[in-house]
């Protein structure tokens, strides 16, 4: 009993010991509480802020190439009416999500900063995806349909000129950008020059702004006015020709008219291998265009006419007399006798590239029926296993004797 009472007091006393020890100290530790809490706040904060420092750094860095604005165009084109001293011209990047050099040129020549010190000196930039959102209308309005394209535009949208294409270095590009910047070198200006003097020199000049900025629809039309009046020499030039070329591969122009019913001339001064090349190529051109498809409310024998020519230049070509022959059925509707042209002992005696022509050309037909390629994609592979198997064993017969 006395030792369980002297025990039971020892502890009662200690523990009041304890007690007012800890009454003691509790300012004490009140304080080291508060200060730790204080200096896990300034911890925190200056983890944030080296955080913040080095996103803003990687900020920094990446806008040393050219800022692109992600907003809308109208926003753009506020931007650049309301700067007092910043530029009032913007730059566009027209690209599409599956156009390789579109993605060399934003992972490349944009984010240089010998690019970001021009272009953010000189415009504001703003790049749209021409198929998604508002891109859809803006490739309409301007006719963009080649990527990627840059488009030079004024505060109220107007198109100054355009640039397309990429190119492996960015001073190169800037270069071409400076000279598509000089109100000298736009299409209207070089229009204007060519209206004042209408020399060969003067459409010539137009004429390649044009064909640089893929305008190809200008090209026509402006070919189209002025190729009868031109005289023979300059009609049928060497630099007139690749652009008459490019319009004898569209044979709805006047231009393709024109060359068949002065081809004696054309000839002369070109000679007839090249003319008749030229033709050649544009029809063959035109001839997939009908049977894919891809003309809209065709006039089919005119067509026909048309193709029909081939025969008449295309001595040596092989695959022109059944081009014209796929036509003339296609035009009739009548795809069944355009299948059994599929035939793997005739095709099989023609040369490789004619072969994979005439195939080309119809699987190209529009709603030509799949198991007609089924049938003939099973034939062919027979006959090559069959023509393997007999040069395997022409092979063993020649190394055993």
Same mark, same amino acid.
């Given at each position: 009993?006395?030792?369980?009472?002297? %025990?039971?007091?020892?502890?009662?006393?200690?523990?009041?010991?304890?007690?007012?020890?800890?009454?003691?100290?509790?300012?004490?530790?009140?304080?080291?509480?508060?200060?730790?809490?204080?200096?896990?706040?300034?911890?925190?904060?200056?983890?944030?802020?080296?955080?913040?420092?080095?996103?803003?750094?990687?900020?920094?860095?990446? %806008?040393? /190439?050219?800022?692109?604005?992600?907003?809308?165009?109208?926003?753009?084109?506020?931007?650049?009416?309301?700067?007092?001293?910043?530029?009032?011209?913007?730059?566009?990047?027209?690209? %599409?999500?599956?156009? /390789?050099?579109?993605?060399?040129?934003?992972?490349?020549?944009?984010?240089?900063?010998?690019?970001?010190?021009?272009?953010?000196?000189?415009?504001?930039?703003?790049?749209?995806?021409?198929?998604?959102?508002? /891109?859809?209308?803006?490739?309409?309005?301007?006719?963009?349909?080649?990527?990627?394209?840059?488009?030079?535009?004024?505060?109220?949208?107007?198109?100054?000129?355009?640039?397309?294409?990429?190119?492996?270095?960015? =001073? =190169?590009?800037?270069?071409?950008?400076?000279?598509?910047?000089?109100?000298?070198?736009?299409?209207?200006?070089?229009?204007?020059?060519?209206?004042?003097?209408?020399?060969?020199?003067?459409?010539?000049?137009?004429?390649?702004?044009?064909?640089?900025?893929?305008?190809?629809?200008?090209?026509?039309?402006?070919?189209?006015?002025?190729?009868?009046?031109?005289?023979?020499?300059?009609?049928?030039?060497? @630099?007139?020709?690749?652009?008459?070329?490019?319009?004898?591969?569209?044979?709805?122009?006047?231009?393709?008219?024109?060359?068949?019913?002065?081809?004696?001339?054309?000839?002369?001064?070109?000679?007839?291998?090249?003319?008749?090349?030229?033709?050649?190529?544009?029809?063959?051109?035109?001839?997939?265009?009908?049977?894919?498809?891809?003309?809209?409310?065709?006039?089919?024998?005119?067509?026909?006419?048309?193709?029909?020519?081939?025969?008449?230049?295309?001595? @040596?070509?092989?695959?022109?007399?059944?081009?014209?022959?796929?036509?003339?059925?296609?035009?009739?509707?009548?795809?069944?006798?355009?299948?059994?042209?599929?035939?793997?002992?005739?095709?099989?005696?023609?040369?490789?590239?004619?072969?994979?022509?005439?195939?080309?050309?119809?699987?190209?037909?529009?709603?030509?029926?799949?198991?007609?390629?089924?049938?003939?994609?099973?034939?062919?592979?027979?006959?090559?296993?069959?023509?393997?198997?007999?040069?395997?064993?022409?092979?063993?017969?020649?190394?055993?004797?």
């Amino acid at each position: 009993m006395v030792d369980a009472f002297f %025990t039971s007091n020892i502890l009662w006393r200690n523990f009041c010991i304890f007690m007012h020890q800890l009454i003691g100290v509790f300012p004490t530790i009140k304080n080291n509480i508060i200060l730790y809490l204080t200096m896990k706040k300034f911890t925190t904060l200056f983890l944030c802020l080296l955080v913040s420092l080095g996103v803003n750094a990687q900020e920094n860095k990446d %806008t040393k /190439g050219v800022a692109f604005s992600h907003g809308s165009l109208a926003e753009s084109l506020a931007k650049a009416k309301a700067n007092k001293k910043g530029p009032k011209l913007v730059f566009m990047d027209c690209y %599409t999500s599956w156009c /390789g050099p579109c993605k060399y040129m934003a992972n490349t020549i944009f984010p240089m900063e010998v690019s970001g010190n021009f272009f953010n000196t000189n415009f504001v930039n703003i790049k749209i995806d021409m198929e998604k959102g508002e /891109g859809v209308d803006v490739a309409k309005k301007y006719g963009v349909n080649v990527y990627p394209t840059f488009l030079i535009l004024d505060a109220n949208g107007n198109e100054i000129n355009r640039v397309v294409g990429s190119t492996q270095k960015a =001073e =190169e590009f800037i270069e071409k950008i400076k000279v598509a910047m000089d109100i000298n070198n736009t299409p209207k200006a070089k229009k204007a020059v060519y209206d004042a003097n209408k020399s060969i020199e003067n459409a010539m000049s137009y004429m390649d702004v044009l064909s640089s900025a893929y305008m190809e629809k200008d090209l026509k039309e402006f070919l189209d006015s002025i190729f009868t009046e031109l005289p023979a020499m300059d009609k049928y030039s060497e @630099k007139m020709w690749p652009y008459v070329s490019k319009m004898m591969a569209t044979p709805d122009s006047k231009v393709f008219e024109y060359v068949l019913d002065d081809k004696n001339n054309a000839d002369m001064f070109l000679t007839k291998e090249k003319v008749d090349n030229t033709i050649c190529v544009g029809l063959k051109g035109y001839a997939y265009s009908f049977i894919s498809g891809r003309m809209q409310n065709p006039d089919k024998k005119e067509v026909v006419r048309k193709v029909s020519i081939l025969n008449l230049l295309s001595v @040596k070509d092989e695959t022109a007399p059944c081009i014209v022959n796929i036509v003339k059925l296609y035009a009739d509707n009548k795809i069944d006798e355009i299948a059994k042209l599929l035939n793997v002992q005739e095709l099989t005696q023609l040369n490789a590239n004619d072969q994979r022509t005439i195939e080309g050309f119809i699987f190209s037909i529009k709603d030509f029926p799949k198991e007609k390629k089924a049938d003939f994609m099973k034939a062919m592979s027979e006959y090559y296993q069959n023509q393997t198997k007999t040069w395997n064993d022409n092979y063993q017969k020649m190394i055993t004797k």
